[in-house]
């Protein structure tokens, strides 16, 4: 029996019901075996045993995955808005390495391609768009976006004074050859990765890097504040727009119940 168009738009976008979301699990199982196959396709032994079975496997999921790409082109009802949308490039670039090797002849040029193959991994990136808790995510980070960036500007000035004192303070003889090599030293030390090979040896200089690495450690949980206050935030405007007959976890309305937990996603509500 064939599938109208509308129907297999609900399949493929939706994932309300047993066939929308059995499209949703097989796609998942698709892109983890694909990323599994690039995974070990990268391990030089079993490439060299298992080749063969890698590269057949990779031409099944691309040719899928390019099943799928035009699908939702086909299907979406401004397919500009979904090639050019961000899920529209990963998809894209997920699968264009692989092709790209038909084209290219020259050896040097295919050993290029083979490391664009590796774009393959980006298919996980595919995955945001099963996860429902996603949306919170990208509202919190848009919502936070300037603090963000005003937090990142703090972060840039505290770098490039700290890297100028330390070119002062330390000098070439110790490793400070430059403000941008002070810089690269206060970037390591203020994440608390410490790589050690660049370091002061003067007091005032260990006085300096002990300050920013204790500066390091409060500095780690301001991003993480304003995301999940964001998140929160967030939470409770959707919860307050979609009402009380609302899950607040599926967002579904009206509200079906089966024994105080909502059908649809299972949340338990009371």
């Known amino acids: 029996m064939a599938i109208s168009k509308k129907r297999l738009a609900h399949i493929v976008f939706e994932s309300d019901d047993w066939a929308s979301k059995t499209f949703d699990i097989v796609l998942l199982f698709m892109i983890f075996g694909s990323i599994f196959v690039a995974i070990l396709d990268s391990v030089a032994s079993l490439r060299a045993q298992y080749g063969e079975i890698f590269l057949i496997l990779e031409w099944v999921f691309t040719i899928l995955f390019t099943i799928e790409y035009f699908l939702r082109v086909w299907l979406s009802r401004k397919p500009s808005g979904y090639i050019f949308s ?99 030293w206060a970037i390591v030390t203020l994440t608390t990765v410490g790589f050690g ?31 999940s206050s964001e998140m929160a935030s967030q939470k409770r405007k959707d919860e307050k727009a979609l009402g009380d007959n609302s899950c607040p976890k599926c967002r579904f309305s009206p509200l079906p119940l089966t024994d105080n937990y909502c059908k649809n996603c299972g949340e338990k509500l009371f």
């Open 86 to 184: 961000f899920f529209g490039m990963v998809d894209l670039l997920a699968i264009l390495p692989t092709y790209l090797s038909f084209f290219v002849l020259n050896s040097q040029l295919f050993t290029v391609v083979r490391a664009l193959r590796l774009l393959r991994v980006i298919r996980i990136l595919k995955l945001g768009r099963y996860v429902a808790e996603a949306e919170y995510l990208t509202k919190s980070l848009r919502s936070s976006s300037h603090k963000i960036l005003i937090f990142i500007g703090f972060v840039i000035t505290i770098v490039l004074i700290m890297g100028t004192f330390m070119f002062i303070i330390e000098g070439p003889e110790h490793g400070f050859t430059s403000i941008p090599i002070g810089m690269y």
């Open 197 to 227: 090979d660049i370091y002061p040896v003067t007091p005032l200089g260990q006085l300096l890097s002990s300050l920013i690495m204790l500066l390091g450690y409060a500095i780690i949980a301001v991003p993480t504040g304003i995301v």
